[in-house]
Antibody, heavy 118, light 106 residues
Framework: QLQLQESGPGLVKPSETLSLICTVSGGSISSSSYFWGWIRQPPGKGLEWIGSIYSSGTTYYKPSLKSRVTISVDMSKKQISLKLSSVTAADTAVYYC??????????WGQGNLVTVSS | EIVMTQSPASLSVSPGERATLSCRVSQSISSNLAWYQQKPGQAPRLLIYGASIRATGIPARFSGSGSGTEFTLTISSLQSEDVAVYYCHQYNNWHTFGQGTKVEIK
């Protein structure tokens, strides 16, 4: 059974960089059939797409976040990373990683709450 | 950006009754729409993709319909475990989500 697990700091200071890692187990990360994505959810609110990455390393970012987001993949460690720079309180959210199959999200991690506060 | 509008914002249904959730899209997306269920404190779970295809392991009481700009998720006989927020997601042109419909037991 495929499992995704996000990890990283729960608290980040304003203007700093948020860094999260998603570790994949129980399945392949390198298959050409899959993309890997990051989605976030502010407390009590809806879902927001951040971006995605293909096994080749090709990335796609939400335009409004593009200048601050970097998604990368480490095949050897079976990890997908997310970096979001210059964070503000508006970036406080639960951050999810997920697998995309034909653009739908079929497996999700449990999420990692990141609070931006000094 | 494609805008997704879900209605109603919340829905209270008696056990065993039908729940009908709507998702309207600002431009045609063919059948490139998915529905997710999110229970409190949990990650979303894929229910429906391709507007009407049930994901693996999803009970038959969940069904999806529609194409273009109007989509519906129907829970034919609501169970207590179906209490959740339901989100639609279009993946025809980038990715956007609706704001969610909260389903409660009456």
């Amino acid at each position: 059974q495929l499992q995704l697990q996000e990890s990283g700091p729960g608290l980040v200071k304003p203007s700093e960089t948020l860094s999260l890692i998603c570790t994949v187990s129980g399945g392949s990360i390198s298959s050409s059939s899959y993309f890997w994505g990051w989605i976030r959810q502010p407390p009590g609110k809806g879902l927001e797409w951040i971006g995605s990455i293909y096994s080749s390393g090709t990335t796609y970012y939400k335009p409004s976040l593009k200048s601050r987001v970097t998604i990368s993949v480490d095949m050897s460690k079976k990890q997908i990373s997310l970096k979001l720079s210059s964070v503000t309180a508006a970036d406080t959210a639960v951050y999810y990683c997920a697998r995309l199959v034909d653009k739908r999200l079929d497996y999700w991690g449990q999420g990692n709450l990141v609070t931006v506060s000094s | 950006e494609i805008v997704m509008t879900q209605s109603p914002a919340s829905l209270s249904v008696s056990p065993g009754e039908r729940a009908t959730l709507s998702c309207r899209v600002s431009q045609s997306i063919s059948s490139n729409l998915a529905w997710y269920q999110q229970k409190p404190g949990q990650a979303p779970r894929l229910l429906i993709y391709g507007a009407s295809i049930r994901a693996t392991g999803i009970p038959a009481r969940f069904s999806g319909s529609g194409s273009g700009t109007e989509f519906t998720l129907t829970i034919s006989s609501l169970q207590s475990e179906d209490v959740a927020v339901y989100y639609c997601h279009q993946y025809n042109n980038w990715h956007t989500f609706g704001q969610g419909t909260k389903v409660e037991i009456k």
